[in-house]
């Protein structure tokens, strides 16, 4: 047999083991997804009870998310130094009763601001002895207004 002869041979049993190659691969990856789904049908004892006690624990997660959303706070879950921590957080979307009451009383305080221009601005143009003292009268204002 010469080199040429023994090439085409080794051609061809190189593509025998190739083929083999490929169906045994198809065959065990399909043999492997039988086995997945048979693991899943039918996961031992102590896997069924780990899954319970994490529904449970999802669940009560929920109830304790619900319960906090109607007083302005939610947690939120960050991945912190390889692991994940819960943190409080405020709800953009209901903020506490503590901050609303701070805005309305910073608006409050920027609406009493607004009318000292206009009111400041009618007296000053009125003239006579009041506008001599506006500006300690404004700066009274000022102050009790922005305590």
Not at 30 to 44: C, D, I, S, T
Not at 45 to 72: C, D, F, N, S, V
């Amino acid at each position: 047999m010469n080199m040429e002869e023994k090439r085409k041979l080794e051609k061809l049993l190189l593509e025998d083991v190739e083929s083999a190659i490929t169906k045994y691969a198809a065959r065990r990856s399909e043999e492997r997804g039988e086995m997945e789904k048979a693991a899943l049908k039918n996961p031992p004892t102590e896997l069924k009870r780990l899954m319970a006690i994490y529904q449970r624990a999802r669940k009560e997660m929920e109830e304790a998310e619900a319960k906090m959303k109607p007083h302005g706070y939610r947690m939120d879950d960050v991945y912190r130094d390889g692991n994940y921590v819960y943190e409080l957080r405020l709800d953009r979307t209901i903020e506490p009763k503590a901050l609303r009451d701070y805005d309305e009383k910073t608006n409050m305080a920027k609406g009493a601001l607004t009318n000292l221009k206009r009111t400041y601005t009618l007296k000053l143009f009125a003239g006579g002895e009041e506008a001599k003292e506006l500006f300690s009268a404004l700066a009274r204002e000022l102050a009790s207004i922005v305590k």
